[in-house]
């Protein structure tokens, strides 16, 4: 219906042209729609077209099994004690990864194992920044019909960021748009998604209304010291046509966006 596959091929190449290149990208979750073992054939091949390194973790809509097959060389989705959690030590900041998948629920939930897990982490180097990504958001949005399928019994993990300082922000998925909020005294925030969106629709119905905003992603920028980490929107669809530059008060001109336009069907 909203041709994803194609919308993120275009948010793949938007990445890949970013200057500076990111050093690496997160996926937060919901990577395929059915958790099939088709659908992870294509995405691999349109992720394997990225030029960094990129990390997955588990949503609702995935499949631990079919995402170890589809990417055997991502040896850390072997994860711990059947879990796709596991750190990133290769980067500033530190990333952890959670995994709140419950297979076949929409909504998510850390468990005590889980949690455990996480808190020994974040026990082991207590003065490093670090990122904590996962799928589920930990706060409740005011999107009735995502917090109707959100991250269950938040308070455990939020007991355990609290009392660790150097959790520079939480990041999510699963919600496709913009979000963010103060989370136990660190930032926590979901991702846009790559294709549609869904709707600004704060009544109370819990319908589901999607919409095709434009795609976008978030590319974070590890400034360090007191300045951490800053957060960007950057919209992937090739909704802006042109980059219209200023240098020392002069304009310097316009230069096509590259970004690829969605192709339509
Ligand atoms: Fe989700």
Redesign the pocket.
Known sequence: MYQTARHLAVAVAHLNGLLPRPEFVLCT??LVDGGGDAEYVILADILGQLTMPFYLIP???DDRAAMRQAFPAHDYLAGHDGFMQYTIEAWEPRLIALDTLIPGEAGGRLCPQRLDWLRERLGEQPNRPTIIFM?HPPFRTGLAIMDNMGLADTAGLAGIVRRHGQVEAVLA??VHRFITRRFAGTVAMTAPGPAHQIALDLGVAARLSLIMEPPAGLVHQWLGGEDGLVSHVSYTGGCYQALTVFKDGQWLGETPVLTPAIPLA
């Open positions: 979750g919901d949503g609702n809509h799928h998925g699963h």
